[in-house]
């Protein structure tokens, strides 16, 4: 993935398991399989019945786990979590799973996506005598939980569930239980699968196939799951809402050997790349895509158009983060170090280069110079999703609207400033049409907000950007 230099990053990765004796391991090769969903952190927490044990920190899962940590982390459950840095919310504290301990017996929660409620929850919380140790929204989820006057935690966290707007796929383990939760609108994929006895649940099916279990079903937009040595159990917290998956998972967050909703990214991926063709042909030599996630529209294009797909550019794997330095210069040297052109097969000719999406379109520009430079004699680019004009309030970092290119720049302008001989994008209907969901719903089960401004939850009055962190 490209995430750090594209500007649009996918918030944290969630994993649990119930009934294995390896738990931990396991969660530690799930989230593996979920590192492209956040690099800043990752942990785990076990429960062996009588207590909970958490091993997290700063990094990546292999950084943050050695072998000596899983000696202590013995137990038959676990969630995990990877999380993705972002500006003003880093730092150990906002690490996940956040746990907590009191008289009544510890609770750790893991989250994906973001609430759009959190500012005034908090602030209602606070008033009434909370203290927060962390700026994630996930840590408003313990205190609602903490505050109701259930004593089970399935009444507790039902009671907090109410009270929450936004997007969550949630995992919630005691010493006894574990629980999923997904937000009445489904905005985050999270699924089930078994591997043996064990229950598995994970952010993408990839973590599935790492570990060897196999795909049950999604958990529904408004489920609660509990999980316990009775097995699992389904209730609803919430009635029925409009399903509105994140379109993004599909154009570029998830991994291609990933199902989202029983639909393969690849497969999705490559058909957007089709429909991108049927709407925006032009006359070239060769396709190229952007690594890794344009590849597959690439390919979709290339199939459709009959242009010979090419690898025009390769991805550098060994350059870590830290190379990304804050100066105009050296982020220009980041670009290159992260990915070339491949000049024996550009050189001369006409390129279309498939971007999935453009958020700053300073990427953009900036791998349009890489293959002119490489001697590409045309380079006409098309994006194999609509412009994103609007913030996603839900999980990704999509920017806000003053650093979206497309929010205030036509596609002329914008072809303009990254030196495309061509720019076009796919239209909203394509894009529904390219994912494939059958939903029968208007939008098709799918959040296409940050392309139309139609959100599917409503935006509180205090919603800040995620990233703006109180
Ligand atoms: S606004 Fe965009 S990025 Fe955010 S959930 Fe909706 S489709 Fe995904």
């Not at 391991?25 to 942990?43: D, F, I, K, P, V």
């Not at 929450?164 to 699924?191: C, F, H, I």
């Not at 300073?362 to 110079?369: A, M």
Request: glycine share 10%; hydrophobic share 35%.
């Amino acid at each position: 993935m490209f995430a750090e230099i594209k500007g649009l990053n996918e918030e944290c990765g969630v994993f649990a398991i119930w009934g294995h004796k390896d738990a931990a391991h396991l969660t530690y090769y799930g989230l593996h399989s979920l590192q492209h969903r956040g690099q800043e952190g990752a942990g785990i927490v076990v429960t062996d019945g009588e207590h909970l044990k958490v091993h997290k920190g700063l990094g990546l899962v292999n950084d943050v786990f050695s072998p000596d940590d899983f000696a202590q982390l013995t137990g038959h459950a676990a969630i995990g979590h990877v999380r993705y840095a972002t500006a003003g919310g880093g730092g150990f504290a906002n690490v996940q799973p956040l746990l907590f301990r009191s008289q009544m017996g510890s609770l750790a929660i893991a989250h994906n996506g973001n609430l759009v409620n959190a500012n005034s929850m908090k602030h209602q919380l606070e008033s009434q005598g909370s203290i927060f140790q962390s700026t994630s929204d996930t840590e408003v989820v313990a205190h609602l939980i903490k505050r109701s006057g259930y004593n089970t935690l399935e009444g507790q966290l039902r009671n907090a569930l109410e009270m929450l707007k936004g997007a969550y796929a949630l995992a919630v383990l005691n010493e006894k239980q574990l629980m999923v939760a997904l937000d009445p609108n489904g905005l985050r994929p999270l699924s089930i699968g078994r591997l043996g006895e064990a229950y598995v649940i994970a952010s993408e099916t990839c973590a599935f196939d790492l570990i060897g279990a196999t795909y049950e079903r999604e958990v529904e937009p408004g489920e609660l799951v509990i999980i316990d040595d009775n097995g699992l159990r389904s209730t609803r917290f919430s009635g029925s809402a409009t399903r509105a998956i994140c379109s993004m998972e599909y154009v570029y967050f998830a991994r291609p050997d990933s199902n989202v909703d029983e639909i393969n990214v690849h497969t999705s991926r490559k058909s957007l790349g089709k429909q991108l063709a049927i709407e925006s042909p032009i006359e070239a030599d060769v396709v190229t895509g952007v690594p890794d996630s344009s590849i597959s529209a690439a390919i979709g294009y290339a199939e459709q158009t009959g242009i010979p797909y090419e690898l025009g550019m390769i991805k550098n794997r060994y350059v870590g983060r830290t190379f990304i330095q804050p100066s105009q210069e050296l982020r220009e040297q980041g670009v290159k170090m992260k990915l070339s052109a491949v000049r024996g097969v550009v050189e001369g000719k006409r390129v279309v280069m498939i971007d999935d999406s453009i958020v700053r379109g300073t990427t953009s520009r900036r791998i349009v110079n890489m293959l002119r430079e490489a001697g590409a004699k045309e380079v006409h680019v098309r994006i194999s999703s609509p412009p994103i004009k609007n913030p996603c309030f839900y999980g990704i970092d999509t920017s806000n609207s003053g650093e979206l290119i497309a929010a205030n720049h036509s596609i002329e302008e914008m072809r303009e400033m990254m030196g495309a001989d061509s720019l076009a994008f796919l239209s909203v209907e394509g894009l529904k049409k390219g994912i494939g969901r059958s939903d029968e719903t208007p939008n098709c089960g799918q959040c296409l907000a940050c392309f139309t401004g139609e959100y599917p939850t409503e935006i509180y009055p205090d919603t800040l950007h995620p990233y703006a962190k109180v």
